[in-house]
């Protein structure tokens, strides 16, 4: 099984990553800081370094660096946080040998493993399927770095898009809330169902018709009886916090 070194700068996502990984019977060691990376490289040997973070007390660009400087065989990920633009010249010229944009299914990211795993190893998207009863619990800490959502966020350097296992893999939702009816059964019932229905960009209320409805309501409110249930409130609210 990988060897995984987590070098992430936030300890929420890197926490949450490690309890994952780790129940699919991963070896995980993690830092929260560059400072000490080459030593922890050279003691624990990893198979794959995963790295993220704003530059504050992680640089990916940096860490990729100094990994390659060690040993060039072992695989570097990065997440990409809520915001970053890179393009793929520029990940590339990093020697990332893939990157994940944020918020990612934990799924996207076994299934890059699963490219990289030995011949006969243990196939981690059938292991993980096996373990989201419940087991594993909720990832949602996963997310912790934030970003815009994306169907299509997770590549390998000079390899094919997750995207060619999602139609045999379940989403998180799918593995907590089982359904006798497939997937794409199930997209094609909501697209039945919402076919024909518009929703215009613009929004039908307008500044003006609340005024108007507003002002049309207040001529049948008796004022006088909403004064005294107000000052009805005050009174309770004080003698609610009255000390005795």
Avoid at 120 to 135: C, S, T
């Amino acid at each position: 099984m990988f060897r995984i070194l987590l070098v992430l700068e936030d300890i929420n996502q890197l926490n949450a990553i490690k309890i994952f990984l780790t129940k699919l019977g991963c070896d995980v060691e993690t830092q929260g800081v560059e400072l000490g990376l080459k030593d922890q490289v050279m003691s624990f040997r990893p198979d794959i370094v995963l790295t993220g973070g704003t530059g504050k007390k992680v640089n990916p660009g940096s860490v990729a660096q100094k990994v390659r400087e060690m040993k060039e065989e072992i695989k570097v990920i990065t997440f990409l946080a809520r915001g970053v633009k890179i393009s793929l010249d520029d990940l590339m010229a990093s020697k990332y040998d893939a990157f994940i944009e944020a918020p990612f299914d934990p799924l996207r990211l076994i299934t890059i493993l699963n490219k990289w795993k030995s011949k006969g190893g243990v196939d981690l998207i059938e292991k993980y399927h096996k373990l989201m009863g419940g087991i594993i619990g909720d990832m949602g800490d996963i997310n912790a770095i934030g970003g815009a959502t994306s169907n299509k966020n997770a590549t390998v350097m000079g390899g094919a898009s997750t995207d060619e296992a999602e139609s045999r893999s379940l989403s998180l939702f799918e593995s907590r809330f089982p359904t006798s009816v497939a997937p794409l059964t199930r997209v094609q019932n909501y697209d039945d169902l919402t076919y024909g229905i518009a929703v215009g960009s613009e929004s039908m209320i307008t500044k003006d018709a609340v005024r108007s409805t507003m002002l049309n309501l207040q001529k049948n409110w008796n004022q006088k009886r909403l004064d005294e249930i107000d000052k009805a409130k005050r009174q309770f609210a004080k003698e609610l916090f009255r000390k005795k």
